[in-house]
Every structure is written in C-alpha cells, then in structure tokens.
C-alpha cells in the first residue's frame, strides 16, 4: 500500500512500509523470485539489492515483499530511514472499499510536481497486461514515492450491491529518498512490474 512502520502510508500514495520479518538476503545476481500463495503473486527484485527482502506483513500476515537499494537498512521498523536509498515492494489486500477500478481512491490526489518527462514516464507504468493506474507523491523532505495499482482476484457482489468488484488490490511501490535518484531507481521498478505475476489465489 516512508517505510519502516508499516510500509507505513507515505503521503497521497498509499506506498506502505511494512512491519516485516527477514526473509534470506537477495543476492545481486540470483534473481530468485518471491510468492505468496495467498495473494496469488510473486516478484522478481532486479539488480544488487543492498540489504534483504522483507516480507509485508499485516497484524503478523504476509501480504507481499519489498526491499532495499543504495542501503543496507534492515526490515525492523525501528531503523532510521535511509538518507540516499530506494525501495521498491508490493503489497497485497483485499478491495474492502469496493474500489471499481484501479487506483480509485488516489485518483485525482496525486502530486506529479515533477519534470514533465519524469511525469510521462511514471504516468505510463502498469503492470504487464493488466489494467492499471500510477501516482507520484513528492514529500516535503524530497521522498518521491511512486504507486501502481491494479485490481484482480475473484469477483466480488457483495461489497458493493448492485456492482461485481475485483477482490484484492496489489499496489506495487517506488520510494526514492533523493529526487536526483528517480531516473535509474526507474529501470529497476520498471523491470519488477514487468516480472510481477499475479494469478487467481489459493
């Protein structure tokens, strides 16, 4: 859904920093990928990922992964945010806001005081063939945090009456602590939407 409580909410864009557990490191050339059974996803984290990847946890539940670049920070919630990192994660929940398309509930709050090229870049992000809707929020201390949403899962007529919604939203997220940053952070991001899967749960 900066990162350390929660992948705790940073800004308008809902990139949410877990409470996580430790999950063996991520070997820069391994290339191993990540699943989650439940959610019905799982993710590859491209090049030299500086500390481990952590699990996204919810009141102790897995809900997807995420990791460090430019920082050895390690997933307690306690540790300092990084003053030249990045992150990139995902994050898996179910749709109880009855959201009929993605990214509903940011549309029309992101905050794109970015280069106009950056902007176009990030307005373009989507996971691989699936439906989706991309934020950039810049904080006030220069984080940029990006978000791309999609729907998926069962279909779901009860939440909303009268509508048939997609059960679960994944949210996969960009958090760069330094805006000079976002451009090769970009690469990276880019190549784990494009090598996320996401298939109906267990």
């Known amino acids: 859904m900066g990162i350390g409580d929660r992948m705790r909410r940073l800004g308008v864009c809902g990139l949410v920093l877990f409470v996580a557990s430790l999950l063996p490191a991520a070997s ?14 799982s993710v590859v984290f491209h090049g030299p990922v500086a500390g481990r ?34 992150a990139i994660g995902i994050y898996a929940s179910y749709n109880s806001l009855g959201a009929q398309k993605a990214g509903g509930a940011l549309d029309g709050r992101c905050n794109f005081s970015l280069p106009t090229h950056i902007v176009k870049e990030i307005k373009a992000l989507s996971f691989r063939g699936r439906p989706s809707f991309a934020c950039a929020s810049k904080q006030r201390d220069g984080t940029i945090a990006l978000s791309v949403v999609t729907l998926a899962g069962p279909w779901d007529d009860e939440t909303v009456p009268g509508h048939r919604i997609r059960s679960i939203e994944y949210e996969a997220s960009l958090v760069v602590t330094r805006p000079q940053d976002i451009a090769r952070r970009m690469a990276l991001f880019k190549a784990f939407l494009h090598d996320a899967r996401i298939r109906a749960p267990r």
């Open 28 to 41: 820069a050339h391994a290339q191993r990928r990540y699943i989650n059974d439940e959610f019905g996803l």
């Open 53 to 86: 990847v952590c699990e996204g946890l919810s009141g102790g539940h897995p809900h997807g992964f995420y990791a460090w670049y430019g920082s050895s920070r390690g997933c307690s919630r306690d540790d300092d945010l990084p003053q030249s990192a990045a």
